[in-house]
């Protein structure tokens, strides 16, 4: 099958519909932005966070974008290590994505932590036995990986696009070539060479440290039972494949759509089987998680988990996790002619995308509502408006980071013939 | 007065002020006598004392007090003079301006800065002991009647704002009537042996103390609230910034040296806002040699303070007994504060 990419970029289409895109962008950052002014100037007192509840949405955000990335890179290692056929005209997509997505991971922590300005003391004093300061070390780490990734994975048609391109888009593209011009067979076959390693020694790093680690971050509280299970770090690992799949699922069919860019059905398919079979392996772990915790009657268990799917908050374990994460995309999936129609394909992206948002509440929440000794009073929290607003500035620069260099960089591989 | 003689309980005393006065002159001594008693001159120990007297009736202040008799005094007492920081020199609300206590021979410090001199200069004969040193509490909830007054004499030591309470005490209520039984258990911190709280901090702001307790740096804490979630006792509270603004009258005007640092008035955005916080076993009353203020305060006498290392100690012997417990001690933190059944 032959995609013909017209145009260096991956277009939004000119026009109106990419002015409207920019414009409510830019409002949702405005928006957003009085929520940032609260943060700033009332501390943590903006937020509906207690010292029952300690962590709240920005930690359920943090975590989710970083499931988010996680995912969307080993996506990315599909075509670059695993060379799974097919696979190489939405890697540079997914590692752009698993970029962008680390970036907005890192701003809600550093807005989450009541000193902001003391954030460098993570680097100046390490503790070896603390899980969070390893992972905020991975992290960086994970981060200049993508870079270098997407750096050998574009590298030739960054030199193209130098050649052929007037303006911003050909002189950053210049400016990003670092200088290694050359696009003789063998300075390729080194780029492929380098992407390989750097994807093989990204993915113990994404799945160990980054998200596995995350979870880690969780199960070793040992005080808050919800969350102290070997299992823990596993299912954040499967949720996070299941949700960064489904992004790139998504973005690869709105994309193609926007730039009227021919389909890959192949590719959709496989896209399609291989998160429908996530998404079953992810919801199996999460049941036995259940099963096991409620089989224990361990009282911190049974309460957790009564919480979480009669508590206040049901909807977002029944409808938004369970539906939205689960159902809905399963059965979209389910067959092999809906999985080749980009629409069928794009709505399940879409609805795990917004689902797996409800078990990142799920896992960071409940746990600390019951409180740890019998006799204290019960925690509450919802999330506050300012840390609504915030949360959706913070997205929406997210998205606005990933347009701008959808606009700007070649994420599509120009001109090339895929089988 | 009634005719069968005095109130019981009551003293006899007279209806007048000069009687009041007449019994403490009978106490009085003659300063002169006192003082020749002394290796040190005795007109001016009276020189200083009249003035003294004019300093606490306002006539005289304290600055002119201290400037005036400072060269005196450091030629008659030496080093004892110029060692000692002088009391009325206080860093927060001193009656001697910054000036003139430069120029003071003495030296210069807080109440609290000179009951730690002390403390130190105490046990430099005794090093081998302070090493050994572990803080550990026992609370006997036998005893324990669950008026709360520690939490209070907690709140008014350690000044902690609103949602912010080092100690509370837990209402336990079990059984269904005729047989019920209510069990009142405090709760400080801990202060484990293998605390989750240290394990889990990124940047080593909470560590453990020689002498067992668990401290926080205010100033290296950066508030991401690991350790409030890692802590098996939800001791660790986090500082919003909140204030009692209004709520009583010279709000803020007293604060309170924690971990040994008086920070001053409470300011916006300044340390501890935005970091965790918890109970340090009054670790500034310690190192001055005082218990801590929910132990000195307890009407029941139920809570015991010492070195649990110290087999003489009265600690030592009440967490060894049969009727000795800790805290979720499967958890394996180990904790220092022990409870009596």
Request: aromatic share 10%; charged share 20%; with cysteine.
């Amino acid at each position: 099958m032959s995609t013909k990419t017209h145009t260096l970029t991956g277009r939004l289409g000119r026009g109106r519909l990419r002015i409207a895109w920019y414009v409510l962008l830019i409002g949702v950052m405005a928006v957003g932005s009085y929520g940032g002014y609260l943060r700033l100037t009332e501390g943590l007192q903006s937020t509906n966070l207690s010292s029952s509840v300690p962590w709240g949405a920005w930690i359920a955000f943090y975590i989710y974008f970083v499931g988010l990335s996680a995912g969307a890179f080993l996506v990315s290692t599909l075509s670059n290590v695993f060379e799974v056929e097919g696979m190489h005209e939405i890697e540079r997509e997914a590692l752009f994505v698993a970029i962008v997505s680390m970036i907005v991971a890192l701003t809600f922590v550093l807005i989450d932590i009541g000193r902001m300005e003391r954030l460098w003391h993570v680097f100046a004093w390490r503790q070896p036995l603390s899980v969070l300061s390893w992972e905020v070390h991975a992290y960086l780490l994970y981060i200049g990986v993508l870079a270098g990734e997407l750096y050998f994975s574009m590298r030739r048609d960054l030199v193209e696009t130098s050649d052929d391109a007037d303006g911003l888009t050909g002189r950053l593209a210049g400016l990003l070539t670092l200088g290694r011009t050359e696009t003789s067979d063998d300075a390729i076959e080194t780029d492929r060479t380098w992407l390989k390693r750097l994807g093989i020694l990204g993915i113990p790093l994404a799945i160990i440290f980054v998200h596995g680690g995350t979870g880690n971050l969780f199960a070793v509280a040992a005080a808050r039972e919800y969350w102290f299970s070997a299992l823990f770090p596993v299912i954040f690992i499967t949720s996070a494949v299941v949700s960064g799949m489904a992004l790139v699922a998504l973005l690869y069919v709105v994309r193609a759509r926007l730039s009227h860019r021919a389909l890959d059905p192949a590719l959709l398919e496989r896209m399609a089987t291989l998160l429908a079979g996530f998404i079953a392996l992810d919801a199996s772990l999460k049941v036995l998680e259940a099963f096991i915790g409620l089989y224990s009657l361990h009282p911190g268990e049974v309460q957790a988990w009564l919480t979480i799917m009669t508590g206040e908050m049901w909807w977002s374990f029944w409808i938004v996790m369970v539906g939205m994460g689960w159902i809905v995309p399963l059965v979209l999936l389910h067959r092999s002619e809906w999985r080749r129609k980009p629409t069928v394909v794009a709505a399940a992206g879409a609805s795990v995308v917004l689902g797996v948002v409800g078990t990142r509440f799920n896992i960071v929440v409940p746990a600390q509502l019951e409180p740890a000794l019998e006799g204290l009073s019960m925690g509450y929290y919802v999330p506050s408006t300012p840390e609504w607003l915030l949360s959706i500035g913070v997205i929406a620069f997210g998205v606005l980071l990933y347009t701008i260099g959808t606009e700007l960089l070649p994420l599509v591989p120009r001109g090339e013939d895929h089988d | 007065m009634s005719a069968d003689g005095p109130m019981p309980g009551v003293p006899e005393t007279g209806s007048d002020a000069e009687t009041y006065d007449a019994m403490v002159d009978v106490e009085a001594t003659d300063p002169r006598d006192e003082l020749a008693k002394t290796t040190y001159r005795t007109d001016l120990g009276v020189k200083m004392a009249e003035d003294a007297r004019k300093v606490s009736n306002g006539e005289l202040s304290s600055e002119a007090y201290w400037t005036k008799y400072d060269a005196e005094a450091a030629a008659e007492f030496g080093d004892a003079y110029r060692e000692t920081p002088n009391p009325a020199v206080d860093c927060a609300e001193g009656t001697i301006g910054d000036e003139t206590a430069e120029s003071l021979g003495c030296s210069v410090g807080t109440m609290a800065s000179i009951a730690e001199g002390l403390e130190e200069s105490d046990r430099k004969g005794e090093t081998d002991d302070e090493d050994d040193t572990r803080w550990g509490m026992v609370i006997d909830l036998q005893k324990c009647i669950g008026c709360e007054s520690c939490t209070v004499a907690c709140k008014a030591e350690n000044r902690t704002p609103p949602g912010v309470s080092y100690n509370v005490v837990l209402e336990r209520e079990e059984g269904e009537f005729p047989n019920v039984t209510r069990t009142n258990v405090p709760r400080p911190c801990m202060q484990c042996e293998n605390p989750p709280c240290v394990q889990v901090c990124p940047v080593s702001a909470t560590y453990k103390m020689d002498n067992g307790v668990v401290n926080i740096d205010y100033d290296r804490c950066i508030g991401c609230r690991y350790c409030m979630v890692a802590c098996p006792y939800d001791a660790r509270y986090f500082d919003f910034g909140e204030n009692y603004d209004g709520e009583f009258t010279e709000e803020g005007a007293v604060t309170s040296p924690e971990y040994g640092m008086d920070r001053g008035p409470r300011e916006d955005g300044e340390s501890p806002v935005g970091n965790v916080r918890k109970c340090n076993f009054c670790h500034h009353r310690l190192e001055r040699g005082e218990e801590p203020a929910c132990v000195e305060t307890c009407v029941g006498d139920a809570r015991y303070m010492g070195n649990l290392e110290d087999t003489d100690s009265e600690v030592n012997e009440l967490a060894s007994s049969s009727r000795a417990f800790q805290l979720k001690e499967k958890e394996g933190t180990d904790p220092n504060v022990y409870y009596l059944k």
